[in-house]
Nanobody
Framework: QAQLVESGGGLVQAGGSLRLSCAAS????????MGWFRQAPGKEREFVAT??????????ASYTDSVKARFLISRDNADRVTLQMNGLKSEDTAVYYC?????????????????WGQGTQVTVSS
């Protein structure tokens, strides 16, 4: 069964940086959107960023407005995605989930994502 495994979460002071990575196993996600959602305590899970397949080995990136100038998502290869988070704020504190959605689905919708990682905690102290 295909799996997505996240790594790189942790505790950081406000203004600091963290890098999250997600690697897929057991199948390839070359034409899938692969990206990140997050869920803060007491809140619903929300979209953060994703990489969308355009043509072989080419992906474009999309972000939610609150992270656009601070986070950078990259598709390292067909089955690995990285989220570089800079200028972290206390409101970025959440469990971050890697997810994959089949090509052609609406990448903005949580329901489009059929594969999920177990989540990794990011805590930003102020």
């Amino acid at each position: 069964q295909a799996q997505l495994v996240e790594s790189g979460g942790g505790l950081v002071q406000a203004g600091g940086s963290l890098r999250l990575s997600c690697a897929a196993s057991e199948r390839t996600f070359s034409t899938y959107s692969m990206g990140w959602f997050r869920q803060a305590p007491g809140k619903e899970r929300e979209f953060v960023a994703t990489t969308n397949w355009k043509r072989p080995s080419m992906y474009d990136a999309s972000y939610t407005d609150s992270v656009k100038a601070r986070f950078l998502i990259s598709r390292d290869n067909a089955d690995r995605v990285t989220l570089q988070m800079n200028g972290l704020k206390s409101e970025d504190t959440a469990v971050y989930y890697c997810a994959a959605a089949q090509y052609g689905s609406d990448w903005r919708l949580e329901s489009s994502y059929t594969y999920w990682g177990q989540g990794t905690q990011v805590t930003v102290s102020s």
